[in-house]
């Protein structure tokens, strides 16, 4: 029952309810966020540090930076889930958040691929090292 209560107050705060709307829909680190929602770095964390102790959120850490993304099992990510199901599609805070994700990724994505063209010699000798991934 402390599993389902924490996860309750996790979700019942209109930042972290739009956090779990964007881990619904992958993987993102705490600067990406900021960027997102526009508020500040510690005030994100400390939301993101609250869904992933209440077992909402699952965090993964690469290199310096951690991700986070909605959990794929467990009461927390059920009661998340549920919870999103019943958000209407068509929420205005919902949407613009999920258009600058999608602004965010595309710019990521065209920084990646110039990156790749700009220097292919190197991403080679990379790649023959079979470094994980």
């Known amino acids: 029952m402390d599993q389902i209560i924490a996860a309750l107050r996790a979700i019942a705060e209109p930042t972290r309810l739009r956090l779990v709307a964007l881990g619904a829909e992958g993987e993102w680190c705490v600067t990406d966020l900021v960027e ?3 508020q500040s770095q510690p005030r ?3 939301h993101l540090r609250l869904l992933a102790e209440a077992g909402v959120f699952e965090r993964a850490r690469e290199g310096p930076n951690v991700f ?7 009461p927390g990510a059920a009661l998340a889930r549920a919870a999103l199901a ?3 599609e068509d929420d205005p805070l919902l949407a613009a958040d999920r258009h600058r994700a999608r602004s965010l990724r595309a ?7 110039a990156a790749f063209q700009a220097n292919p010699v190197a991403w080679d000798e990379l790649r023959a090292l079979d470094l994980p991934a």
């Open 36 to 38: 997102i929602l526009g």
């Open 44 to 46: 994100l964390s400390r």
């Open 68 to 74: 986070f993304r909605l959990a794929d099992t467990g």
């Open 86 to 88: 019943r958000v209407p």
């Open 107 to 113: 710019v990521r994505a065209r920084a990646a691929s």
